[in-house]
């Protein structure tokens, strides 16, 4: 049987190329042409069309409609188009969960997520944690054990934490450690973080 060569192309969309599409945040040519199917010749060759559409969130309880573009990520509509920066752009490429919200429920990197593919869901981000004046457990614990140093990373992990305990209120430091392996803080200040992870599943099970 004939041995492909490395430098050969293969057909579809390998995870290289995923990867080096989305490393500045948004899905590069190598994906977009594949997802939208639409192209333009140029001397170079086909490039893809980045199409526009009109897509409906439902942002913290209230609903939106809005048009993107193709290659436009949750966390670019999130802070450039609805005014909701409490979601941080930190690496841009699915490390460091600065950018985590939930999506339908579930916690996702919003710099990895198409605005498109969360077209019709329920988006929560870091505003929508606090009723009112009232806030969250997992806020009031974060500020009790002094569960952040600079604060940039603190709006990821709050929405981590937040989605995390939902589904076990009454967790290990083991557990809490590895719930939490997708979240990153420069300072090092994961001592006082797990405690308040800890704070807030006591608070949760008390209310």
């Known amino acids: 049987m004939e041995k492909r060569s490395n430098d050969q192309p293969r057909a579809g969309v390998t995870r290289r190329d995923f990867i080096k599409g989305v490393g500045s ?23 893809p069309v980045y199409a526009r559409k009109t897509i409906t969130l439902t942002v913290n309880g209230k609903k939106t409609t809005l048009e993107v573009a193709a290659n436009e990520t949750l966390l670019d509509v999130l802070r450039e188009k609805l005014d909701l920066t409490g979601t941080k752009r930190v690496c841009d490429r699915g490390e460091c969960g600065g950018c985590t919200v939930h999506l339908d429920g579930e916690p996702v990197y919003a710099c990895m997520v198409l605005a498109v593919r969360a077209d019709g869901r329920a988006v929560r981000t870091v505003e929508g944690l606090a009723r009112g004046d009232r806030l969250n457990p997992v806020q009031e614990a974060f500020i009790e054990k002094d569960g952040y140093q ?29 719930a939490l392996a ?6 090092g200040n994961y001592a006082k973080i797990y405690a308040a992870v800890e704070a807030a599943a006591r608070k949760m099970r008390g209310a």
């Open 182 to 187: 997708g979240n990153l803080c420069r300072c």
């Open 150 to 178: 600079c604060g940039y990373c603190t709006p990821g992990f709050l929405m981590a934490v937040s989605a995390f305990l939902e589904k076990n209120p009454n967790p290990s430091r083991d557990e809490i450690r590895q």
């Open 25 to 47: 945040g948004a899905i590069g040519t190598a994906v977009i042409g594949p997802l939208l199917g639409q192209t333009v010749p140029t001397r170079k060759g086909q490039v």
